[in-house]
C-alpha cells in the first residue's frame, strides 16, 4: 500500500508513562505503506502538524492541558520526564522551516523510526536562525527543540562542538531507553553544518 493514512488510535507508548486512557485514546497515529515512504516523508512531517494544531483547537481535553501550565488542577502524567522536557514536548521551539535556509539536513533513527530535518539560517559563520521538523516521540520533539535554542547565536565551529550529552543535560536529564534522541539531534546538527561547508566550497 503506498499512502500514509492518518487516523485516531490508542497509544501504548503514551499509556506505558502512565498516561491515562483518556488521553491515550486520543493519539493519532500513523500509518506508512511499505511502498514509497521515503517520498510520502514530506507530508508526514508537514500536513500532520497543521492538522494537529487544530484539532487541539477544537479539543477539550487540549483546553484541560492548557489550564495545567497555569496552575490548573488537571495534570497529565509525565513519567520518567524531567519538566523540561513536557515543556518542549508540548511547546516546541522553533518547529518549522526556513524557506532560504544557509544548510538543511535529514536524519534518521532506524531501530525507533523517528527522522529529524534541520533548517539552519548561517551569516558570517554564525547561526542566526534554526528551525525543525521532527516526527517521532515526544523526547525526540523535546530534544530537537532544545538543540535549535542551544545552537542559536552560536559559531560554525561552537555548534560543531554540541554534544548529545549537553541536550539531555539542558532537558534535565533523558531516561536511558531515550537518550539516541539526544544522538538524533546532534547528528542533524553536524550533518547540517556539514552541508553547509559544502555548499560554500560550491560558491
Not at 91 to 112: F, H, K, L, T, Y
Not at 144 to 152: A, C
Request: charge should be neutral; glycine fraction near 8%.
Amino acid at each position: 500500500m503506498n499512502r500514509v493514512c492518518l487516523h485516531r488510535a490508542s497509544s501504548h507508548a503514551l499509556a506505558a508513562i502512565g498516561v491515562s486512557g483518556e488521553i491515550c485514546h486520543e493519539s493519532i497515529a500513523f500509518s506508512p505503506g511499505k511502498d514509497g515512504i521515503v517520498g510520502k516523508m514530506e507530508h508526514v512531517l508537514t500536513a500532520p502538524a497543521l492538522i494537529v494544531t487544530r484539532l487541539r483547537d477544537m479539543s477539550p481535553l487540549c483546553a484541560r492541558l492548557k489550564e495545567t501550565q497555569k496552575g490548573g488542577i488537571f495534570k497529565m502524567p509525565q513519567g520518567p520526564y524531567s519538566d523540561k522536557v513536557m515543556d518542549h514536548f508540548m511547546n516546541p521551539r522553533n518547529m518549522g522551516e526556513i524557506e532560504d535556509a544557509s544548510a538543511i539536513a535529514e536524519v534518521g533513527n532506524p531501530v525507533c523510526g523517528d527522522v529529524m530535518r534541520l533548517y539552519l539560517k548561517i551569516e558570517d559563520g554564525r547561526i542566526v536562525d534554526a528551525k525543525f521538523k521532527t516526527f517521532g516521540c515526544g523526547a525526540a520533539i523535546a530534544s530537537s527543540s532544545m538543540t535549535t535554542e542551544m545552537i542559536k547565536g552560536k559559531s560554525v565551529d561552537e555548534a560543531l562542538s554540541l554534544s548529545n550529552e549537553a541536550v539531555a543535560e539542558a532537558l534535565g536529564g533523558l531516561p536511558p531507553a531515550k537518550m539516541h534522541c539526544s544522538v538524533l539531534a546532534e547528528d542533524a546538527v553536524k550533518a547540517a553544518l556539514e552541508d553547509y561547508k559544502k555548499r560554500q566550497v560550491s560558491l
